[in-house]
């Protein structure tokens, strides 16, 4: 059974840094698409950044150059460090897999979308204060 358990979250000043990492367990699939998304009060679910099983990564315009998600597959970690934090980085940030399709599905406006993801981490909170 995949299981995901995200952490790492935090509440930092504007322009600090957090890294959040994913364990991600019980796979054996060779193609996967795995991904951050955050979901702010009263907003919808928004996807942030993404890496496939290609090591292709993609990231929303507005984390682009702050945000660098990778993963560590020796230890089956997904990981997001975050840099130059904004009040409007405050959200639960959830970390999300899909497996076992062709990698020429995960175009950049799937890996964002939240419905591509089957499977999800519990959340962690990122607060940051201006």
């Known amino acids: 059974q995949v299981q995901l358990v995200d952490s790492g979250g935090d509440s930092v000043q504007a322009g600090g840094s957090l890294t959040l990492s994913c364990t991600i367990s019980?796979?054996?699939?060779?193609?996967?698409?795995m991904g951050w998304l955050r979901q702010a009060p009263g907003q919808e679910r928004e996807g942030v950044a993404a890496?496939?099983?290609?090591?292709?990564?993609t990231y929303a315009d507005s984390v682009k150059g702050r945000f660098t998600v990778s993963r560590d597959n020796e230890k089956n970690t997904l990981i997001l460090q975050m840099n130059s934090l904004r009040p409007e980085d405050t959200a639960m940030y959830f970390c999300?897999?899909?497996?076992?399709?062709?990698?020429?599905?995960?175009?950049?406006?799937?890996?964002?979308?939240?419905?591509?993801?089957?499977?999800w981490g519990q959340g962690t909170q990122v607060t940051v204060s201006s």
């Open positions: 019980g796979h054996t699939y060779s193609t996967w698409c």
């Open positions: 999300a897999a899909d497996f076992a399709r062709p990698l020429t599905y995960y175009s950049r406006a799937k890996v964002l979308e939240v419905g591509t993801y089957h499977y």
């Open positions: 890496i496939d099983s290609d090591g292709k990564t």
